[in-house]
T-cell receptor, first 110, second 118 residues
């Protein structure tokens, strides 16, 4: 089993749609959780950290379920500019190493 | 301010040659990471530097790979006797401070070096 698993997609949605991505992680000792965004042939950039109580940043909402070792990202009112690959990132247990999922690709069409 | 920079942006080399990749972290960032990303795949951790502490080299795939960092500045990743399977994008990231448990210390990535081994 991969340490961080994501549905690779692609998710192909129209502008304005709501889309949700899921991610599972294997190490129950993990403490830090993130969503990074990676555009084609570009470096990853932090989209948002994920906190235990869930958090929202504009159109983006992240949720964490420690019992199920599951993280989600919800994007509301999708924009064309949201087209990218979304990487689920978890630290390796109690260490500083970040484990990156392979990413979920999102395509937002006009 | 300036972000993380990497050079070269692209490198094409012949199998068996050595290559050296460079990373300039954000000024003041004490932690520096190297990752490898193969086409269509996630990032693989290679090595981590924290200040003057001994680096964590546990992610280096073979003894052909080595990296150095002088203090809290530039880092170089060297691949000796390159093989075709070394072809990938090599990404460097830096963060402001040493990771603490539960930390949400953002890693800032450079644009990467795309290595192609023929």
């Amino acid at each position: 089993r991969k340490e961080v698993e994501q549905d690779p997609g692609p998710f192909n949605v129209p502008e304005g749609a709501t889309v949700a991505f899921n991610c599972t992680y294997s190490n129950s000792a993990s403490q830090s959780f993130f969503w990074y965004r990676q555009d084609c042939r570009k470096e990853p950039k932090l989209l948002m950290s994920v906190y235990s109580s869930g958090n929202e940043d504009g159109r983006f909402t992240a949720q964490l379920n420690r019992a199920s070792q599951y993280i989600s990202l919800l994007i509301r009112d999708s924009k064309l500019s949201d087209s990218a690959t979304y990487l689920c990132v978890v630290n390796n247990g109690s260490s500083y190493k970040l484990i990156f999922g392979s990413g979920t690709r999102l395509l937002v069409r006009p | 301010g300036a972000g993380v920079s990497q050079s070269p942006s692209n490198k094409v080399t012949e199998k068996g040659k050595d290559v050296e990749l460079r990373c300039d972290p954000i000024s003041g960032h004490t932690a520096l990471y190297w990752y490898r990303q193969r086409l269509g795949q996630g990032l693989e951790f290679l090595i981590y530097f924290q200040g003057n502490s001994a680096p964590d080299k546990s992610g280096l795939p073979s003894d052909r790979f080595s990296a150095e960092r002088t203090g809290e500045s530039v880092s170089t990743l060297t691949i000796q006797r390159t093989q075709q399977e070394d072809s990938a994008v090599y990404l460097c990231a830096s963060s402001l401070r040493f990771y603490r448990q539960g930390d949400h210390n953002e890693q800032f990535f450079g644009p990467g070096t795309r290595l192609t081994v023929l």
